[in-house]
């Protein structure tokens, strides 16, 4: 992770709270919207001018409570607000949500803030067999980015030019930059590089009980969340420009969330030390990944951080690295295409 120095800078630095920014009359689904950052995120765009204001959460209990939460801070209108439930953990609920909503945009979205996310201190599986962190990290990310597409092109009207107000809609993942901290040597002692003569897949790497490393496993489902960030871009630069969309991602830094809820009370405890001293607000971080939405073409498959884009890593730049992010890109969708959750 980012060095205790760097940390400390951005806590006592924090982004800029981009309220120059409308979304006035701009559908916007947030997910992960009843805790953390992804609440935090929605707080925001309920003050900015969202409407809809599309909650994903787990259970409409949570979804609720969020609602009347962001109304108490705000003072919007409950007419905003559609309330959906989301369970990232199953790829037929990723399916049956999408459903439901392009239901209810009929003109399209405008923004998709992707926040929810899991990390995991043990090996645990979802029902469909895959470890949790990768399941809701990466595969159901990549399923909903992909069902999402064509309800955020909508938007555009078909034309060639963004909307009336220049706004051209978002497509938007909560990513760290400790997808640039793995290195190519990580990669090439598991047997992941060189592509050519690699063992295993990064995704197989991840997915596997006996190779699981609670320490490692945050950096690398990142990574591989990365490189879906990556395919999602080049899938969406073959389209017309007036069907693009502006696809990032942002990193909020290090937030005083709930995240680490699963793990063992020790850890937690050890944790919220740091936590305390170096970290952001969770209102700090969603600045971030706000203003993240209002950039313009020139962010497609940056990551915006701190007010400003961070460099890659020498992995994700290198030959290796993006030979690696195609693979990893093309076995994500071969297991979707698999399963028959996409065509």
Known sequence: MSSISALWHAKNNPPLDPTHLSFRDKAVLVTGAN??????????????????????????????????????????????????????????????????????????????????????????????????????????????????????????????????????????????????????????????????????????????????????????????????VQGLVERNQTLEAGQRVVINASDPGLCKTGMLRSFPAVVRAIMAVKYWILGRSVEEGARTMVSATGLGTESIGKLWRNDGYSELSELTESEDGRELGRKTWDGVMGILRAGGYLQ
């Not at 809809?52 to 009347?68: C, D, H, N, S």
């Not at 793995?182 to 295993?200: I, M």
């Open 35 to 228: 805790s953390g950052l992804g609440h935090a995120a929605a707080i925001k765009y309920a003050k900015q001018g969202a409407n809809p204001l599309i909650l994903a959460v787990r259970t409409a209990e949570k979804g609720e409570t969020a609602k009347q939460a962001i109304i108490t801070e705000t003072n919007c209108s409950p007419d905003i607000f559609v309330i959906l439930t989301l369970d990232l953990a199953s790829f037929d609920s990723v399916r049956d949500f999408v459903a439901r909503l392009d239901n209810l945009v009929p003109k399209g979205l405008h923004v998709a803030q992707l926040a929810a996310g899991v990390a995991t201190w043990g090996f645990e599986k979802s029902t469909a067999g895959y470890e949790i962190s990768v399941q809701v990290n990466v595969l159901s990310a990549a399923l909903l980015a992909v069902l999402l597409l064509p309800i955020l092109q909508r938007a555009r009207a078909g034309t060639n030019t963004a909307g009336e107000d220049g706004f051209v809609p978002h497509l938007s993942f909560v990513n760290s930059v400790a997808s640039m901290e793995v290195t190519k040597d990580e990669l090439e002692k598991a047997g992941v590089l060189p592509v050519s003569a690699s063992k295993t897949s990064l995704v197989e790497w991840i997915n596997d009980e006996n190779k699981f490393d609670n320490q490692r496993q945050y950096f690398l489902v990142k990574l591989a969340a990365w490189f879906v």
